[in-house]
């Protein structure tokens, strides 16, 4: 079955430092990914996707994320974390198999120090 | 603004209660989710409608009961539910049922099943 994993739970930053948290995938064919964040109190929103083109793209507020075909994975980085970042952030994976479907991971919860 | 409201935002049933929950989406979009979001848990799929024709049961047990009267409204009746029921329900909207495509989330309904 397909499948996402977040490896990180919850991780914890202090302000400037950089992020990145692991998102890997199982399925072997064509797939459009996604992270999605959740602002404490506000519902999930996209924070970027990737379909085809360039493996690295970038998102709203400086964060992007790159798409290694070959290790199955689309991390999301940002160079230098704020406070504001302070949420819980979701990758999800659509197949061409499951066209309608989109699978998400369960979630890291992302805490940064001011 | 997320475009896709929920009412109630907080529910509390007992195990014999009848109740629904309602979503309203303003954007004009043809696809509708339900998604049960559990602590430390993926973010689960149930249902999917497209232009109010239901095309995704994610084996959802029959106490839960979707329904779909026209683009922009979808329910979820509830009926003799059990205690680990209680979750966040998420609706969404995408302007088609095709995974490729944004989805918009709601903020969601607490439920607590006592």
């Known amino acids: 079955a397909q499948s996402v994993s977040q490896h990180n739970h919850h991780v914890i930053l202090s302000e400037a430092a950089s992020l990145e948290l692991g998102c890997n995938y199982s399925?072997?064919?064509?797939?459009?990914l996604f992270w999605y964040v959740q602002y404490p109190g506000q519902h999930l929103q996209l924070l970027l996707k990737?379909?085809?083109?360039?493996?690295l793209v970038k998102g709203i507020k400086g964060f992007e994320a790159e798409f290694i075909k070959s290790k199955f994975s689309f991390n999301l980085r940002k160079p230098s974390v704020q406070w504001s970042d302070t949420a819980e952030y979701f990758c999800?994976?659509?197949?061409?198999?499951?066209?309608?479907?989109?699978?998400f991971g369960s979630g890291t919860r992302l805490s940064i120090r001011p | 603004e997320t475009g896709v409201t929920q009412t109630p935002r907080h529910l509390v049933m007992g195990m014999t209660n009848k109740k629904s929950l309602k979503c309203e989406q303003h954007?004009?979009?043809?696809?509708m989710y339900w998604y049960k979001q559990s602590a430390k848990k993926p973010l689960e799929l149930m249902f999917v409608?497209?232009?109010?024709?239901?095309?995704e049961n994610n084996s959802v047990p029959s106490r839960f009961s979707p329904e779909c009267p026209n683009s922009s409204h979808l329910f979820l009746h509830l009926h003799t539910l059990q205690p680990e029921d209680s979750a966040l329900y998420l609706c969404?909207?995408?302007?088609?049922?095709?995974?490729?495509?944004?989805?918009?989330f709601g903020p969601g309904t607490r439920l607590t099943v006592t």
């Open positions: 969404a909207s995408s302007q088609d049922r095709l995974g490729s495509y944004e989805q918009y």
């Open positions: 409608y497209n232009f109010k024709e239901q095309t």
């Open positions: 990737y379909f085809s083109g360039d493996p």
């Open positions: 999800a994976v659509n197949t061409y198999s499951s066209a309608s479907k989109i699978i």
């Open positions: 954007l004009g979009h043809n696809a």
């Open positions: 399925y072997g064919g064509t797939v459009n």
